[in-house]
C-alpha cells in the first residue's frame, strides 16, 4: 500500500506539471479597418497672387499748350470718351479757321479751272495743279480739325482714374513722358499667380493619362481669399498660361480674371488663390492617421490582407484633401486598411479586422 500511494503522488506531480507547462492561446488582435474605394476628388492648388488691372492707359497729350481746365475729379470713375482737360484751343481753332479760307479758296480755283479745260481755255497741267492745291489744302484743313479736337483729352477706356499730375495753368507738350494722369478697368480685374513647372508638368501628364478630367485648358474655377482671411464673394477662372518658365524661380505665370463690381479688389493687392484644376475619378483617399513613416523617412500604412495577415505598404501620396492622404501610389480599391489599432500590430501577424464606418 505504501508503494501504491509513493506512485500515485508522483503520477499527480507530473500530470501537474505537465499542465503547468501549457500555456494559453492569445486571440489575434482587434484592429478598426477600413475598406479602401475609388471616389471623385477636385484637384485644388493654392497659390499666392497679385490683383492687377484688366486695362490700363496713361494719358497724354497729343498737342502741346496750356492747361485750361481740369475736368474729372481724382479716384473717380471715368466712361470711354469722357472729357479729362481742356487745352487751350485758341491757337488751333485759329489754325483750323485758316485751314478752312485756304481749303474753301482751292475749291473754288479747281473748280473754276474745271470749266475752263473743258473749253481749251487752258492748259491741262494748270488745272492739274489747281487740282493738286485743292487736294493738300482739304488734307490741311483735316488735320487742323484734328489738332483742334486734341485740345480735349478724352479717356480712352473706362474705369477708375488716378491723382493728375499737373493743375490748370500747366504747360503740356504732346506727346511728353511724363501721363497727364492713369486710368485702369477695374471690372473685370486680373489675379496674377505663379505655379512652380514641376506641378504643371505633373498635371498636364495625369490630364494626358486620363486620370484627370478637365472641361478645357482655359476653364478651371478660382477662388480668392483675402490678406484678412475672408473669402472674396465672386468666383473667377482661369484665363492665361505663359508659354514660358522664369528662369529665376522655375515658375510659370498663370492669370485668372475677375469680376470686380463692387470695387473691392484694388491693383497690387496680395491674395491667395484657390485653383479647381479638374478632378480625378479614381482617386484613393486614406485618413492620416492611419499612416505612419518607416526609418526612410516613407509613408507606410498597414493592410489586412486575405488571411487576415497584417501587411505593411509602402505609399506614394499628394496632397492632403480634409483629414485624408491623397494616395498616388500604394493601395487600390478593395484594400482594407488598419485605421485603428495598428500601433500595437506588427507586419505579418494574425489581426481580428473589425469593419469602421468611413464617416468616422
Avoid at 9 to 15: E, H, I, M, R, T
Avoid at 58 to 75: A, D, H, T, Y
Avoid at 332 to 338: E, L, P, T, Y
Wanted: overall charge positive; aromatic content about 4%.
Amino acid at each position: 500500500m505504501r508503494w501504491s500511494f509513493v506512485m500515485l503522488a508522483c503520477g499527480l506531480a507530473l500530470a501537474g506539471c505537465g499542465k503547468s507547462n501549457q500555456q494559453p492561446k492569445m486571440p489575434p488582435p482587434a484592429v478598426g479597418v477600413l475598406t479602401m474605394h475609388e471616389q471623385p476628388v477636385a484637384q485644388v492648388t493654392e497659390l499666392p497672387g497679385r490683383t492687377s488691372p484688366y486695362a490700363v492707359s496713361e494719358i497724354r497729350p497729343q498737342v502741346s499748350g496750356i492747361i485750361k481746365r481740369r475736368l474729372f475729379v481724382e479716384g473717380s470713375t471715368v466712361k470711354t470718351g469722357q472729357p479729362l482737360y481742356q487745352i487751350d484751343p485758341a491757337p488751333y481753332q485759329a489754325a483750323y479757321d485758316n485751314a478752312k479760307a485756304a481749303l474753301a479758296s482751292a475749291k473754288a480755283r479747281a473748280e473754276r479751272y474745271h470749266a475752263l479745260v473743258a473749253q481749251n481755255a487752258i492748259a491741262a497741267q494748270t488745272y492739274d495743279d489747281a487740282q493738286a492745291a485743292y487736294l493738300q489744302a482739304k488734307a490741311n484743313a483735316e488735320a487742323a480739325r484734328i489738332n483742334l479736337n486734341y485740345t480735349r483729352i478724352v479717356s480712352p477706356i473706362s474705369g477708375r482714374i488716378g491723382a493728375s499730375s499737373v493743375t490748370e495753368g500747366a504747360l503740356v507738350t504732346a506727346l511728353q513722358a511724363t501721363a497727364l494722369t492713369t486710368v485702369s478697368t477695374l471690372d473685370p480685374i486680373y489675379v496674377d499667380m505663379d505655379q512652380s513647372s514641376t506641378e504643371l508638368l505633373a498635371l498636364k501628364r495625369a490630364v494626358q493619362a486620363g486620370n484627370l478630367n478637365r472641361a478645357g485648358a482655359l476653364s478651371a474655377a478660382v477662388t480668392l481669399h483675402l490678406d484678412d482671411g475672408s473669402t472674396y464673394a465672386h468666383e473667377g477662372k482661369l484665363q492665361f498660361t505663359d508659354v514660358t518658365v522664369d528662369p529665376s524661380t522655375g515658375s510659370v505665370r498663370l492669370r485668372a480674371l475677375f469680376p470686380n463690381p463692387e470695387g473691392l479688389l484694388l491693383p497690387g493687392l496680395y491674395v491667395r488663390a484657390t485653383i479647381n484644376e479638374g478632378v480625378d475619378p479614381h482617386a484613393i483617399l486614406v485618413p492620416q492617421r492611419a499612416v505612419s513613416h518607416d526609418e526612410k523617412g516613407r509613408p507606410t500604412v498597414l493592410i489586412v490582407d486575405a488571411k487576415n495577415i497584417a501587411r505593411q505598404r509602402i505609399l506614394r501620396t499628394g496632397r492632403t484633401i480634409g483629414g485624408n492622404w491623397q494616395v498616388l501610389d500604394g493601395l487600390k480599391a478593395g484594400d482594407r486598411v488598419i485605421v485603428d489599432g495598428f500601433q500595437k500590430v506588427q507586419p505579418d501577424i494574425p489581426v481580428s479586422p473589425q469593419p469602421l464606418d468611413a464617416k468616422k
